[in-house]
């Protein structure tokens, strides 16, 4: 079913991407490297969603965290964020561990009112630390190689966020060799699917589920220490992306981590479609609000027909 | 013994289900009988770690399991086909039956023969080898729970209701390889359908309100005339 909705999504999109192709190529360049981005942050949100079944509210903040140590590091000893991205995503490996352990291991037969809060409640925690660490001021690197770009004819648009793209399509490839191809990850998938008939035949669900938390809070941390290299950073840096995750993995479904590419092209795409109008510009922001309406509005019309 | 089961008791939040059972089994097949809301799956729960026990004392093996995790006992040797199944609903009937080996220390390296054995018993599998179980019959997906806790080689194997929307055809069929299993494997079986259960196994225990009434030989509890009365509907 999955297989088929993104067919169907991928078809239309690329029927819309040709299109724009031909009569204004920045658009689909900046959209699908924006599309990067967004899926590179949101898989692992949709990871644990699809397995420990939790909304993780603290996502983006999770990110918001590893952008700062790869900061603090990387003033520290001059080191470049793609030298810090190992020791970074380990640390963040372990505070996803030691959150799981101590704070959502506890909450995971609670209702889900109850999860929402305690997820939450760590995403102020951490904005409210790294405000105290850090002050609200906005901190930035600044690396040459961001600014690299390619002139095709009079055509000239910055190539650098493709690394975002090439990160999500890795971590999609990433997770389906790991979640097919390995003990630990068919244990994953098994307990996201039926964690009580898991446990019957034999696996660890506790473990399973902290192994996923660490897995994706390494993710998201690697996500982290790239990100500093385009973006400035603040507190708050990191809550938008927890908000456009969620919808991103609502779009495409619960479980269902390639569609998350599907979804996050579409609002790239969409978004620089309309920031290539000056009519349009500020609207680029409700592009996000609009399609997840429409999706999720489309898909309660299908359920019902069904 | 390979389960001893020693005055348990235990029930959800403050409701008590089971008072002081106890329950053993040998290398023979047990059938536990009783109304609906006897408690026979909440025994069964306490077994495989699913609830806690409140007291009392299980041991499999020689080893005493009381309050294990699940998974514990699952690799220790227990498999369970539970009244709701439980499979992988998204998977394939390939996929739930490796599962079902795939974590159990017993199992490793006998796979390919277990799956045989599996799929000699239950032949429809076979054919439907690919299908995603969740857009199968009930009927079916019970076989397939039978065979994934088959596919773990388990020392002890408890059936939770297996004829449960199987046809009697079916249902057996079943009974007749679950005797020809119980050479090798011992079997805790609940059933709804008396009869043919206790047709099939060694013993049994009836099971009334949370409590043992009555326990014996299959052949003399069909025979006992509570049993008759309450049961069998003579
Ligand atoms: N998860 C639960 N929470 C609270 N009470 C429960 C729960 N599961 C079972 N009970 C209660 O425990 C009692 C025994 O239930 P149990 O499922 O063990 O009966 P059973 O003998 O298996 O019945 P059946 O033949 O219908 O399967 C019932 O009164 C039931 O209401
Ligand atoms: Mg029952």
């Known amino acids: 079913m999955a297989n088929k909705r993104n067919r169907t999504a991928g078809l239309v999109l690329a029927a819309a991407v040709l299109g724009i192709l031909v009569w204004r190529p920045t658009v689909l360049i900046y959209g699908l490297q924006a599309a990067g981005l967004y899926a590179s942050i949101a898989i692992p949100m949709g990871l644990i969603l699809g397995i420990v079944h939790i909304v993780n509210l603290a996502h983006g903040e999770f990110m918001m965290a590893a952008s700062y140590l790869t900061y603090t590091i990387c003033r520290a000893s001059g080191m470049d964020p793609y030298l810090a991205l190992l020791p970074v995503a380990a640390v963040t490996a372990a505070f996803g561990f030691l959150v799981y352990r101590l704070t959502i291991r506890r909450a995971l037969k609670a209702p889900e009112l109850n999860q929402l809060i305690l997820t939450f409640g760590l995403a102020i925690l951490l904005t409210q630390a790294a405000n105290l660490l850090f002050t609200s001021q906005t901190r930035k690197l600044s690396f040459e190689y961001v600014s690299a770009s390619v002139d095709i004819g009079d055509l000239s648009f910055g190539v650098y966020n493709f690394v975002f793209v090439a990160i999500a399509v890795a971590m999609v490839v990433g997770l389906r060799l790991f979640l097919t191809r390995t003990k630990a990850g068919k244990a994953a998938l098994a307990v996201g699917q039926n964690p009580r008939g898991a446990a019957i035949v034999g696996i660890d669900v506790d473990r399973a589920y902290a192994l996923t938390f660490a897995l994706a809070s390494a993710m998201v941390g690697l996500m982290g220490a790239v990100f500093i290299t385009r973006s400035s950073i603040f507190p708050a840096v990191g809550s938008p992306f927890t908000m456009k995750s969620f919808c991103l993995i609502a779009m495409a479904g619960i479980g269902n981590i390639p569609g998350i590419l599907a979804s996050s092209v579409l609002l790239g795409v969409s978004e620089n479609f309309l920031k290539a109008f000056r009519g349009t510009r500020e609207w680029a922001d409700i592009v996000f609000f609009v399609l997840i309406i429409s999706v999720i509005l489309g898909r309660s019309i299908r359920g019902k027909k069904a | ?234």
């Not at chain 2, 390979?2 to 059938?31: F, H, M, N």
């Not at chain 2, 004829?163 to 050479?183: A, T």
């Open chain 2, 1 to 234: 013994m390979i389960l001893e089961i020693q005055g348990l008791t235990c029930g959800y939040g403050k409701l008590p289900v089971l008072r002081d059972v106890s329950l053993s089994i040998g290398a023979e097949s047990v059938a536990l009988i009783g109304p609906n809301g006897a408690g026979k799956t909440t025994l069964i729960n306490a077994v495989t770690g699913l609830v806690k026990p409140w007291g009392g004392s299980i041991r499999f093996d020689g080893r005493d399991v009381t309050g294990h995790a699940t998974h514990e006992i699952a690799r220790a040797g227990i498999a369970l086909v539970p009244q709701e199944r439980e499979l992988f609903p998204g998977m394939t009937v390939a996929d739930n039956l490796a599962l079902g080996a795939a974590y159990i220390p017993r199992a490793q390296g006998r796979e390919e023969r277990l799956l045989e054995q599996c799929l000699r018993l239950f032949p429809i599998l076979k054919e439907r080898f690919r299908q995603i179980v969740g857009t199968m019959s009930g009927g079916q997906q019970r076989m397939v729970a039978i065979a994934r806790a088959l596919m773990a080689n388990p020392k002890l194997l408890i059936l939770d209701e297996p004829s449960l929307g199987l046809q009697p055809s079916i249902v057996s069929e079943v009974f007749d390889r679950l005797s020809e299993l119980k050479k090798d494997v011992a079997i805790l079986v609940t059933e709804q359908n008396v009869k043919e259960s206790l047709r099939s196994v060694d013993r049994g225990y009836v099971l009334e309100n949370g409590a043992v009434v009555l326990e014996g030989a299959a052949s003399d509890l069909a025979k006992d005339p509570h049993v008759e009365a309450s049961y069998l509907g003579l």
